[in-house]
């Protein structure tokens, strides 16, 4: 079994897309195959040690989901089902997308939900991002100066994806014990 559990949520395929670049980087024995929430179970996510999630975020700040007019379920509906999952000593890395221009105000705020949902079920959650280089009047996603996990805006500043993926790859590496 893989040692890295690769889940998302998504509505229109960008956060299906990340998550398959970081999968690309890595053979089958470290991790798994990118898992859509909306296909997962809950014991799916708890046989992993380390986990790499990812989600956009959607209109007024949300998670993706049926609320968010998402044609199928996703985050908003998983969540719950993840209660009686124990996070404690599971080592978790967040990578997030959203539009800083046309959402300024709620930028990456799903990333910030997930964040606290797993903080709060006993999770190490790795790979704070700086926020220099982007442009938004405020974000959930961001916690003593920086972004809880990667950011990323594939609307306005999606050339920049490549490099920030590498680095962060490069950057949550040795909490996830890989040598890269």
């Not at 893989?2 to 299906?16: S, V, Y």
């Not at 990118?34 to 996510?45: G, K």
């Not at 797993?118 to 961001?142: D, I, M, N, Q, R």
């Amino acid at each position: 079994m893989a040692r890295i559990g690769l889940f998302f949520g998504t509505n229109t395929g960008k956060t299906r897309k990340v998550a398959k670049m970081i999968k690309k980087r890595f053979d089958d024995d470290i991790m798994a195959d990118a898992l859509n929430v909306n296909r997962a179970s809950a014991e799916d996510v708890a046989q992993y040690q380390y986990l790499i999630i990812g989600t956009p975020t959607l209109g007024d700040g949300q998670l993706p989901g049926l609320s968010a007019d998402c044609e199928n379920e996703s985050w908003e509906e998983f969540l719950p089902k993840l209660q009686g999952v124990d996070f404690a000593g599971k080592t978790v890395a967040i990578f997030g997308l959203g539009d800083q221009v046309g959402y300024a105000a709620e930028f990456l705020n799903a990333m910030g939900l997930l964040n606290d949902f797993l903080v709060e079920g006993g999770a190490k959650v790795v790979g704070a991002w700086p926020t220099e280089g982007y442009e938004f009047e405020h974000s959930e996603a961001v916690v003593d100066g920086k972004f809880v996990g990667l950011a990323l805006d594939l609307d306005n500043q999606s050339g920049l994806t490549e490099e920030r993926l590498s680095t962060w790859l490069k950057l949550i590496a040795p909490d996830f014990d890989l040598n890269l």
